[in-house]
């Protein structure tokens, strides 16, 4: 999430998370925050580190998976000059830069174990040894590391030090997934949206539709608050009449009848095949194909369209909402589509 959003939920299991965090930001000791992605981890640092007396000192941010692992020690520690090759100069570490302030370690799990030895010897007696060096440097940093995996079940298999978790676990945060907040999901889906309407300078917010927030409360969003956003915002900048309300909800971007197949190399189209290789007699196509020649290429696509929508629609018994998610289409796409073939009978349901 960007450091520039809000809390918002007024559901009991986020305000019961919220709440520790508060309790727990004036006292100068480790805080261990566990959670799902997108459910906000780095908002309860900042809040960890704004409500502490380190209010004016700085707030460091280190993302530990997202350096190689030869590198996360000289990241944190810092290095003198010349101590391996490419180390020019001396240079800071994260919690030098992080002196009379906090230290925030997002994916802690992540950490080597030489990472993870040094990282105890800094939270046990306050100092830290920049690579290189033969003195150690006295820092005063308050540790909040974030991670999402089950940190206890990694000592257990030995993937991560039992005394550093110790040392690092004062107190535990967990944060819950949306599915899990009651009713927040309208509260944010009005804030996101609203600030996405105020982006594209819509003079109106029109709101989402019933049927949609219906959507998005079912929804079991794996992503988290990260991906509501994504979803609520991606649903409104493609909304093109800002007096209707919004009803095309769009969860998967990615989910496109042309995607490529999960692990197959691109192959080549059934005509080459048939003329390379001759088809099996009496195969059956999975879906319709064009007319190989044709004098009229709009009658040609026009009826290629048709196929594609009759054929949908017997492979989903007729039920218009499983056709329209079938052929990357939303509902009322659908519906214009079958309009215009005139194939709404009676037999389509919605």
């Known amino acids: 999430m960007e450091r520039t959003d809000q809390f918002i939920g007024q559901s009991l299991a986020f305000l019961d ?37 380190r209010w004016a000192g700085p707030l460091i941010i280190m993302n530990c998976a997202a350096l190689p692992e030869n590198l996360i020690e000289a990241e944190l520690f810092g290095h003198e ?20 302030g906090t230290l925030f370690l997002d994916e802690l799990g992540t950490l080597s174990m030489p990472a993870q030895d040094r990282l105890l010897r800094a939270v046990e007696y306050g100092e830290i040894t920049r690579i290189g060096a033969s003195k150690p440097i006295s820092v005063d940093v308050r ?48 804030h996101f949206g609203r600030r996405m309407g105020v982006e594209l300078d819509w003079s109106n917010w029109p709101g989402f539709t019933p049927r949609a927030l219906a959507e998005l409360e079912t929804y079991s969003w794996p992503g988290n608050v990260r991906e509501l956003r994504n979803v609520v915002e991606r649903a409104v900048y493609r909304h093109e009449d800002p007096e209707r309300p919004i009803e095309e909800i769009n969860f998967n971007p990615f989910h496109s009848p042309w995607a490529p197949a999960v692990g197959e190399p691109a192959r080549a189209t059934p005509a080459l095949v048939a003329a390379n290789e ?57 519906r214009h589509a079958l309009k215009r073939h005139k194939l709404l009978d009676t037999e389509a349901t919605g």
Request: hydrophobic content about 35%; glycine content about 8%; overall charge neutral.
């Open 17 to 53: 998370a919220v709440e520790r965090a508060s309790r727990a930001a004036p006292l100068n000791r480790p805080v261990l925050v566990i959670g799902e992605r997108g459910t906000g981890k780095e908002l309860i640092a900042e809040r960890l580190h704004h409500l502490s007396s």
């Open 81 to 100: 000059a010349g101590s391996f090759t490419g180390a020019a100069k001396t240079r800071h570490g994260r919690f030098e830069e992080a002196d009379s």
């Open 143 to 190: 540790i909040v590391a974030a991670t999402n995996q089950n940190l206890p079940d990694q000592v257990e298999k030995g993937n991560f030090r039992a005394d550093l978790l110790d040392r690092l676990s004062f107190e535990v945060i967990t944060l819950p997934p949306l599915r899990a907040r009651q009713g927040d999901v309208p509260l944010l889906v009005e």
């Open 278 to 334: 001759g088809e099996e007699e009496g195969a059956q196509p999975s879906s319709p194909s064009p007319a190989a020649t044709t004098k009229d290429f709009r009658t040609a696509v026009s009826d290629y369209e048709r196929q594609l929508l009759q054929d949908g629609l017997r492979r989903n018994r007729f039920n218009q909402r499983a056709t329209a998610a079938a052929l990357g289409l939303s509902y009322d796409q659908l």
